[in-house]
């Protein structure tokens, strides 16, 4: 006769099951894969036979595993040691400090091989501080690495520094004019200073070493052990396919789905991937889309519970900490910023981004499109709607990626139609006191206006956008609850804050449904698969400003232990 009785309890706490009543339980019953049993104490105990592990949670607090909407799990795996040189905040203070570490790279290189590092951030290096003008520039890495060439993508991945050798591999001078969607900075002479920004960074990015499929696949499970030290087990991959450069970050698209198709095949996938293609790069066309889509086909899966291609990402519009978000108002220091598509005109840019939504749409693919300004959110939002209205689909749930100063109307729109908007409040803890000089107090205060999605009948759906941030959900909820600064701790926009069950929402059961799993998935209830997360206190009642030093205990993927602390 089978054993019946469940392979894991955990009792005796404060689970949190994030269901419609956002009801809290004692205790959760495993058997196999999914969860058995939810209830009190008592419940569980009784359900519990001669193999059954009991974790005795004293108090302490079960959420469900916790998912992760926006993150690339392959370039964080990627751009992170020993795959490439960590140039960020706190690992480095200055320019001197980054140089420092290229030169010590360069020493230890073949002769004329690429150095690579990711992270820096103008608003914590030393010089910049001092000088609010100062950029990065070649100059600064050139006496380190004269016949190296140098590659330092920024935290945003938005922006890449490089040093002459370089620009000079790459072809980049005076003469070079920067592709569309794309800036590349100049001295006072015309000259590049090392500077490329957005689509200006493929320049240089597409002439990196391509990993290989077993270092991807070594990156990618890397980066899995360390979500599973932090509770996390789904995330969104958000942007494999030939629109991605051939980067070390980035990646070959053929290659990241490989490596990621290898691990779900051979048992060694221990999370649950939901991944978008991205068929066309920043600053292309309609045409790249289809180009695009028509060559990747809609990749198969092992097991789409474990990966699954389940959309398209477009970029609509760069980000505004650079000025490129395309803005209704300008920046302090002038410009709008503009789209970041095909087209030698706003106009033309516009019409192209709706024929780019709607054949995206007409495929029958979910839409993430990257856009961050009020002013190109409200296109893609209009152009959202019209391809709806051309080609009627009854659950299309398309989301707006980022959508940092996204309007009433268009979180209206929005609702109305059941699509998204997937927001990073943990970048908004970063770049909070930065923003209030780029675009004044009062704008930067409303940015990610998560209060107001939630008012409107949105499913906010929150994630860290790794590796521009640390995937660290309990950064993210602190910084919903609170909207205070890194930098300095000021408050910015107290008014957007929102309550702990609609930031839990937003890292459960919220990004269940962006990846249309939420029957099977995103809160601990009866039937779903047992993904949770075990917290090393209680969670309800805990001073949000201790919310980023709770510990996870242990983590359970598809019902089996895959972390203890």
């Known amino acids: ?9 955990l009792t005796g706490g404060q689970v949190i099951t994030v269901d419609a009543g956002f009801s809290v339980a004692e205790g959760v019953a495993v058997r196999g894969r999914e969860i058995v049993a939810v209830g009190t104490d008592a419940e569980m105990r009784a359900l519990a036979g001669p193999t059954t592990r009991i ?14 909407s926006h993150l690339h799990g392959a370039a964080y795996g990627l751009g992170r040691p020993p795959f490439a040189l960590d140039v960020g905040h706190p690992t480095v203070g200055s320019i001197a400090d980054i140089a420092g570490a290229v030169g010590a790279a360069a020493r230890a290189a073949a002769p004329g091989e690429w150095i690579v590092g990711l992270g820096w951030d103008a608003g914590y290096l030393a010089e910049c501080l001092a000088d609010p003008g100062r950029l990065p520039h070649r100059a600064d890495l050139d006496a380190m690495a004269p016949d190296h060439p140098v590659c330092l993508t920024d935290f945003s991945q938005h922006m890449v520094w490089a040093n002459s050798a370089a620009l000079r591999r790459c ?51 890397n980066v899995v052990a360390e979500l599973h030290t932090r509770g996390i087990t789904s995330y969104t991959e958000p942007g494999l396919g030939p629109g991605g450069s051939e980067t070390l970050f980035g990646g070959l698209s053929t290659d990241n789905w490989t490596a990621y198709a290898d691990l779900a ?8 991937v939901s991944v978008l293609l991205l068929p066309a790069p920043m600053g292309g066309s309609a045409d790249d889309v289809r180009k695009g889509l028509a060559e990747l086909h809609r990749p198969e899966s092992a097991d789409p519970r474990l990966l699954n291609a389940i959309g ?26 503009s789209l970041c598509v095909h087209g030698r005109t706003p106009e033309l840019q516009v019409d192209e981004l709706f024929d780019m939504i709607r054949v995206a749409h007409e495929a029958g693919y979910q839409l993430g499109v990257h856009v961050t300004g009020d002013r190109a959110i409200d296109i893609v939002v209009d152009a959202f709607l019209a391809a709806q209205k051309a080609a009627p689909r009854p659950d299309a ?4 990626i980022h959508g940092d100063f996204i309007g009433a109307d268009s979180l209206g729109r929005l609702a109305t139609q059941g699509y998204g908007v997937n927001m990073n409040p943990a970048i908004k803890w970063t770049i909070s006191d930065l923003m209030a000089e780029v675009v004044g107090t009062e704008r930067s205060a409303y940015q990610w206006p998560a209060r107001s999605a939630f008012d409107a009948g949105v499913a906010v759906c929150a994630s860290s956008d790794a590796p521009i941030t640390e995937p660290d959900w309990r950064q993210g909820v602190a910084g919903m609850l609170l909207r205070e600064s890194k930098a300095s701790g000021r408050v910015s926009g107290p008014e957007q804050r929102v309550e702990l069950a609609e930031a839990l929402r937003a890292y459960t059961i919220n990004p269940a449904r962006q990846d249309f ?16 997360c075990v917290l090393d206190r209680p969670l309800l009642d805990v001073d949000p400003r201790d919310i980023t030093r709770i510990q996870v205990d242990m983590t359970v993927f598809d019902g089996g232990v895959v972390f203890e602390r």
């Open 265 to 272: 095949v051979t048992g060694g996938l221990h999370a649950r």
């Open 171 to 221: 072809g980049i001078d005076a003469d070079t004019n920067a592709p569309d969607g794309g800036v590349i900075d100049r001295d006072a002479d015309g000259r590049p200073t090392g500077i490329l920004r957005e689509a200006a960074g493929v320049l240089l990015q597409a002439a990196l070493p391509s990993p290989t499929v077993a270092q991807r696949r070594q990156a990618i499970r």
């Open 55 to 68: 974790v005795e949670l004293a108090g302490r607090t079960v959420l469900p595993g916790i998912n992760d």
């Open 397 to 400: 749930r398309h989301y707006v």
């Open 1 to 9: 006769m089978s054993d019946t009785s469940p392979s894991l309890v």
């Open 517 to 532: 799993a939420e029957e099977w998935k995103g809160s601990v209830e009866v039937g779903k698969v047992a993904d949770l």
């Open 312 to 337: 398209v990402k477009i970029f609509a519009d760069g980000v505004p900490p650079n000025r490129t978000a395309w803005m209704n108002e300008a920046y302090l220091d002038g410009g709008h910023g």
